[in-house]
C-alpha cells in the first residue's frame, strides 16, 4: 500500500512488463528475435536507412498487435488515479502502444515514441494519429515535402521524447513508482537513483528489476493484480 498525501505529485514510470500482460510481445527479452533479426536490425536509424521496408514491415505487424490488444487491470487503475488526482500525477511510459489511453489516461508522456503516430523523416510536419500497415506491396508512405514516412518512435540510438519535461517532474515529485520495467533500459533506469533522495520509491513487478536495490520498497507480482489496491488517497 502507497499512501499519497493531498500535495504530493506521484511520477509513474511503466515499462514492457505492463503491455505484456496484455499480451503484447516485449520484443526485448528473450533474445529480442523477430523474424531471426536482432530487434536493432529493425529499430535504428541505420536499419531505416539500409532497408525502410523491412523496418515498416516490423512495425506494422507491431500496430496490429497494439491494435488487438486492450488493457489490463493496470492501466485501468492508472487511469482512476489520474481521475482523482489530476495533474499532480505525471505517468511516463516506455511503452508504444496506446493502453493507457485506451483505458481513460489523458495525460501521457510516451518517451520512446508511439505506434500509432507517424511522422516525416525530413520536415517538421508534428507527428500525426496513423494505423495503417505499410507492407509489400504497398509503398513506404511518403510526406508532401517529398521525405519519407516514418514510424514516431524513439529507435536506438535516439533521444527519447520529451526529456525536459520529465527530468522538471522527477525533481518535484513526491513518490515514483516504476511498473514492469527491467530497468537496464537508460535514461528510465536511472530517475529511481535520481529521486531517491527525496521521494518515496516504490517497485511493482513479477521480476525483479536490475536496479531493485536502488527501491525503497518492491512489490512482487503482476501488475494487473497489484496496482488496482496499490495507492491510498489521503
Ligand atoms: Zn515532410
Known amino acids: ?11 509513474i514510470l511503466t515499462g514492457a512488463g505492463v503491455s505484456a ?4 510481445p516485449t520484443f526485448r527479452g528473450a533474445g529480442g528475435l523477430w523474424r531471426n533479426y536482432r530487434i536493432e536490425a529493425v529499430a535504428s536509424p541505420e536499419a531505416w536507412a539500409r532497408d525502410p521496408v523491412l523496418v515498416w514491415e516490423f512495425y506494422s505487424m507491431r ?19 489520474e481521475s482523482k ?14 493502453l493507457h489511453e485506451q483505458a481513460g489516461s489523458t495525460h501521457v508522456t510516451h518517451m520512446h515514441g508511439e505506434l ?3 511522422r516525416c523523416e525530413r520536415c517538421l510536419r508534428e507527428p500525426f494519429a496513423d494505423d495503417a500497415c505499410y507492407e509489400p506491396p504497398v509503398a513506404i508512405p ?3 515535402c517529398g521525405g519519407k514516412l516514418r514510424p514516431h518512435i524513439c ?3 535516439e533521444v527519447p521524447f520529451k526529456l525536459d519535461s520529465i527530468f522538471a517532474e522527477l525533481e518535484r515529485c513526491a513518490l515514483f513508482v516504476a511498473i514492469g520495467t527491467s530497468g537496464v533500459v537508460e535514461p528510465a533506469a536511472s530517475f529511481v537513483a535520481q529521486v531517491r533522495a527525496r521521494a518515496r520509491t516504490y517497485y511493482v513487478g513479477p521480476e525483479l528489476p536490475a ?17 488496482p489496491d496499490l495507492f491510498r488517497l489521503d
Open 142 to 144: 511518403r510526406c508532401e
Open 63 to 81: 500496430r496490429k498487435m497494439a491494435k488487438a490488444a486492450r488493457p489490463n487491470a493496470a492501466h485501468v487503475a492508472l487511469a482512476e488515479l
Open 85 to 98: 488526482i489530476g495533474e499532480r500525477l505525471f505517468l511516463c511510459t516506455q511503452n508504444v502502444d496506446n
Open 116 to 118: 500509432l503516430k507517424t
Open 211 to 227: 536496479n531493485h536495490s536502488a527501491f525503497e520498497e518492491c512489490f512482487q507480482g503482476e501488475a494487473g493484480k497489484i496496482v
Open 155 to 157: 529507435w536506438f540510438g
Open 1 to 11: 500500500m502507497i499512501r499519497v498525501g493531498k500535495q504530493n505529485r506521484v511520477f
Open 21 to 24: 500482460e496484455s499480451g503484447i
